[in-house]
């Protein structure tokens, strides 16, 4: 039997070696970009997103899949530009994000807007809880930063990663951006749940992919989505805000917008709301998603997808 067990261990250890090797190389990288001034650092990372690290990852392919499935005739040109602007924009924001001597400065320059804004104060001059319902748009950290310089702590949830050395700075960093950050774990909830009742503000993210979620409309497609932010905030009397951090043409500013609460009446009802909101945002931006993500996992199971449309051919033409 310890025999059997050999090569399991040599796996752990081979994957433990490679998380490492590869936590080590974004350090290093990372240490290289914020030496360089910020106004170069930010596309910088986009550039290197865009052409380097995201098809070598197989990003083109993955958000061509998605794409012939949400906007199947859409024009291969547009196609392959909304893909460079999704990595280039998945760039900037994580160089951003470790950016924690300018980013914060920056993102606090921007003025919210919009008519959620007042119920926000309003909540939190009552004590009420209230749940900022965001998205992998743009970057949702610039809105969390923007609504902190004006007097709201923003807790946020985040899903740790997979590589724990990765993981140690990444949450890190988020914690130090504002507010307190919780795993989305068991007892990240339950320090989320304190949190909210305390009449915290929280900002959750919801466009992903949830297996154990209900399938609901997202830019016209089903889509199995989370509604465990509406059933908190009913739970606990809380508002339930969208809000957004739209990335400006210059690359490296920010509209932020707080739409009007949601108003309160059953998480499916809800939910479906909140990816109206998103589903319309992305229509508005859509170079600015992270269409890397599998958002529509029982498409290929179901044929959704047509076969010619997910050749590396196709994208490359």
Do not use: C
Not at 39 to 64: D, E, K, N
Not at 284 to 293: C, D, F, G, N, V
Request: charged share 20%; hydrophobic share 45%; no cysteine.
């Amino acid at each position: 039997m310890a025999r059997a067990h050999k090569p399991e261990r040599r796996q752990d250890a081979w994957n433990r070696a490679s998380d490492w090797a590869w936590d080590r190389a974004f350090r290093a990288l990372l240490w290289l970009a914020l030496r360089l001034p910020y106004r170069t650092r930010i596309p910088a990372f986009g550039w290197l997103a865009a052409h380097v690290a995201g098809p070598i990852a197989g990003g083109p392919r993955r958000i061509a899949e998605n794409l012939a499935y949400v906007w199947p005739d859409l024009p291969a040109p547009r196609r392959r530009a909304i893909a460079r602007g999704a990595m280039d924009n998945a760039g900037r924001l994580l160089i951003e994000n470790y950016s924690r001597a300018d980013f914060p400065a920056r993102a606090a320059r921007a003025r919210p807007r919009g008519p959620g804004l007042a119920d926000l104060a309003a909540a939190r001059a009552a004590g009420r809880p209230a749940i900022l319902l965001t998205a992998h748009l743009g970057n949702y950290e610039a809105a969390r930063l923007a609504l902190a310089a004006r007097g709201h702590e923003i807790g946020g949830l985040y899903r740790p990663m997979a590589n724990p050395w990765f993981n140690a700075h990444y949450a890190a960093t988020m914690e130090g951006l504002s507010g307190p950050v919780f795993a989305q774990t068991a007892q990240g909830m339950r320090g989320l749940l304190r949190y909210l009742r305390g009449g915290g503000t929280a900002m959750m993210l919801a466009d992903l992919y949830v297996g154990g979620g209900t399938e609901l409309p997202f830019l016209g497609r089903p889509a199995m989505t989370a509604t465990s932010a509406a059933e908190v905030a009913l739970k606990l009397g809380a508002l339930l805000v969208p809000v957004y951090g739209i990335r400006q043409p210059d690359g490296l500013g920010f509209d932020i917008v707080v739409e009007a609460p949601i108003p309160a009446s059953d998480p499916v009802t809800m939910t479906a709301a909140y990816n109206a909101s998103v589903s319309a945002r992305i229509e508005a931006h859509p170079e600015q998603w992270y269409w890397m993500h599998r958002r529509w996992k029982r498409r290929k199971a179901r044929g959704d997808v047509p076969a010619a449309t997910l050749s590396r051919g196709r994208w490359r033409r």
